[in-house]
Each structure stands twice: as C-alpha cells, then as structure tokens.
C-alpha cells in the first residue's frame, strides 16, 4: 500500500474541507525541561479552525459530504449540552447553510455556558429531552428526524458521537498529513499519544498509521471505558473503514496500537485527581489550554508514562481541542 493509493481511496469518497490544513505540530520546550525527556511533541488539532476547534473538525468532513452526496438538508445529532461535536456540527452546518438540530439529554439549563453559549449564537434549534439516557437519546433523535421528514426536509442523522467508519476517515487522513509533516519539518516524531473516547479517533490513526507502514508507534489512552471494550469499538470503526474504502486492513490490532485504560477513572465527564492537576499544570507550563474529559486525562497518562519510562524516542501528544466544554458545567 503507498501513500498516494491510500490518498486516492479516501479521495474518491464525497468530502468538504472544514479545517485550515496542516495544523500546527512543534515542541513543547518547557516539559521536555520539566520532564527532563528530550522531544515532546504537541499536534494542534485544537486549532483546526471550524468553531472553537478540535478533532470534531476533521471527522465530519465525510459525514457533511456524505450528507450533501444524498441530498439531505438538515443534520442532527445528539450530546450533552457541553458537546463539542454538538458545537461543530453547527458551525459545519453555517459553512455549508445546512439546518442543524441538536438533541440533548439534559433540561434547558437556566443560563447558557460553554459550547451552549456558543449555540445559541449559531442558527441551531436545540430540542431538550431532560434526563435520559443514551439509548432513550437516539430514539427521540430518530423521532425527531421522522417529524422533520414528515414537514418535508431531508434529515441525516449523526449517531454515536461521529464515532463511525466515516468520521474515523478524517483520522486516516490526518495519519497521511503527520507523517507528512514530520517528514517535511524533520520532526523525529515516534510515539503518538491519542485519546480513546469511543474510538473514532484512535481508529482512523491506527488504520492510516498501519497503511502507511507503521511509521508510528500509537497508544491510546482511554478516558470512558477498559481496554476490551474500547478494542471492541475500535475493531468495529476499522471494519467500518475498511468498507468505506475497500482496503483490508490486515494487522492484528495488538501489533499496530497500544490501548492503556490505566486513567479513566470513573468514566465519561468524571474527572481523576491526575487530571485536575493537569488542567491547572498545562496551561501553566505552556500556555496551552486541555480540556476536563478527554485532554486532561490524555495527558496525565502520557506524562505518567514518560516519567515510568515506558515511553521510547520522541513523544507526541495528539490535542483534539474541547475548548468551549472549559467554560461550562460538566454534565
Ligand atoms: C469527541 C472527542 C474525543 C474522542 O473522540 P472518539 O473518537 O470518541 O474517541 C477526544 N477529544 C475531544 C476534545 C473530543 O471532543
């Protein structure tokens, strides 16, 4: 497999530009001292440019082409107020003057914060489904696509926190331009440290990553769930990926990522002391800010690994932004 067969795969597949390309990867000069470890890395996709930022960028550039492939004329998804898919499926829907319906599991909050805030200045119709769980979320999100399709739009649904074989593509692509860019800049990047949420992230780079040769080394760090069910997620966005873009993947997961579950703590939204520390001690150290669900714990892990020595050559930390998730409550 080379590069360019890969790139023409993914470019034979409907897809709009949503970030401002290559984003930026350089030293973080203050924790190579601090750690006394020689090349730490930092990957911007906090700064990818849509809305407040971050990963949610790139994974709906194939969802909105998918979507604009089909006709449709309104895209919902659902999250917790605090979404940051919520927040950058908006500003994805302004770009291309799409309707954008957001289904959340909580009560209309008395005063809008953080990604909500941001919302209510784009043109979203926000719908609150009070306390429900996941599951009750998508069926009032089907609900609600049934009710727009019956007003006569065209409503495309986006399930599962974007976390699907075309969201985790956005990934494949930003393993293409890593490896670019660290080739170009001569960048000794080694390690890459990604956050496993549901996994969509983490899939699209272990999958280009693999493609490409393994240039390098993955660990995931999982910030919701233990390491079989994360796997199980993973396997399933690569078999997603695979049918997008009709390449085998043919490795074993174990021989192309690592998947620790060592920093989780509770789960989704619940924060470990580790991680509290690191929402204060980054921005301190360099300026740069890291979100309470995913950043924080990504980096209390990375750093612990790096101080047990269980890291190899220089280390990259991928940033997936949340931004706007700082300014709210977490619920
Ligand atoms: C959604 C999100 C992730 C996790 O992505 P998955 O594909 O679900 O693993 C990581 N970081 C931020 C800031 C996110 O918004």
Redesign the pocket.
Known sequence: MTRQSLLDALQRLPYVELGAYPTPLHRLPNYEKKLNYKGVFIKRDDLTGLGPG???AR?LEYIIGDALAKGCDTLITAGTVQS??CTLLACACARYNLHCVLVHNNDAPVQSTGNLLLNNLLNTESIFFGNITKYERNDSMQAVAEKLAAQGRKPYIVHN???SGL??LGYVRAALEIEHQCRQLQLPVYTIFV?????????GLIYGNALLGHPFRIVVIS?EYEKARLEQHIQTVIAQIEEALHIPFSHGLADSCEVIDDYYGGGWGQPTPQSEEAVLDFPRTEGIFL?R???SKLWAGMQDMIKRGKTKGCVCLLH???FGSLFGKLD
């Open positions: 971050g990963n949610k994974s940051n898919l926190g974007a976390t969201g985790a956050p496993g949420g549901n996994g969509g992230v983490a899939t910030t979100d669900i995913y950043m997936t932004g949340g």
